[in-house]
């Protein structure tokens, strides 16, 4: 993805031109908008976390989907990986700073779900309450 | 010698017991992680919008989806979509207030990755430079 898109509007919710591509929001999205990513990231918050523990902090994760998630935030920065060299060896898990500088973010979006949830819903039922279905 | 699990940290990132189901970060992932859904509400932050202009402002999307992602969104309650009693019909869609109250943390987001896009480049190239293809 290329840089050096600077938007020229008073306040854009994005800073990056027409193309949308090239801000980089669809990249991102990949990982934030991957529950399992997202639900990963937020068990870490708490702290270090070996991998079983991780595994029951995120409920419902299979031990693969699990393995896919923290390789792809290991590879991303978001989440360092320590094996210590005990028998058997013993496998840390924990935020990076700049995973933590996520965890900002995601704290945001939960509150901001929190205080919408009720109205969401509220929408939906009256949207299928007076929508027909097509 | 063991690190110690620091899971009592003051401020959890999400405010939602063991479950995480419970606290509503998944579903509005289900929205807000929707690569489409974001990139029309981001096209809607800047003004009201007519499904052509909108198909405009949002590159790659076809009509289908368009359709499709206006229409949750209306469902959901943050977006609008007012029919002008003229021939033919117009029809204008834009935020409702809930739809911009999201905006700024889209722009969080957006400011997130445009702050770490780099450092996330370099992590996987290094990644993919020093792991062995499994």
Request: with cysteine; aromatic share 4%.
């Amino acid at each position: 993805m290329s840089v050096g898109h600077t938007a020229v509007t008073a306040e854009p919710v994005v800073s990056c031109g027409e193309d949308h591509d090239d801000c980089g929001i669809r990249d991102i999205l990949d990982r934030v908008g991957d529950k399992w990513s997202v639900l990963v990231i937020v068990a870490l918050a708490q702290g270090v976390h070996r991998f079983r523990e991780l595994q029951r902090a995120v409920p419902g994760i299979s031990q693969r989907m699990l393995t896919l998630t923290v390789r792809r935030l290991e590879r991303d920065g978001l989440v360092s990986r320590t094996v210590h060299p005990t028998v058997p060896p013993r496998v840390d898990y924990e935020l990076t700073p700049m995973g933590h500088s996520l965890t900002h973010l995601l704290r945001s979006l939960a509150d901001w779900s929190a205080d919408h949830r009720t109205a969401i819903a509220e929408s939906r039922r009256r949207w299928d309450a007076t929508t027909p279905a097509t």
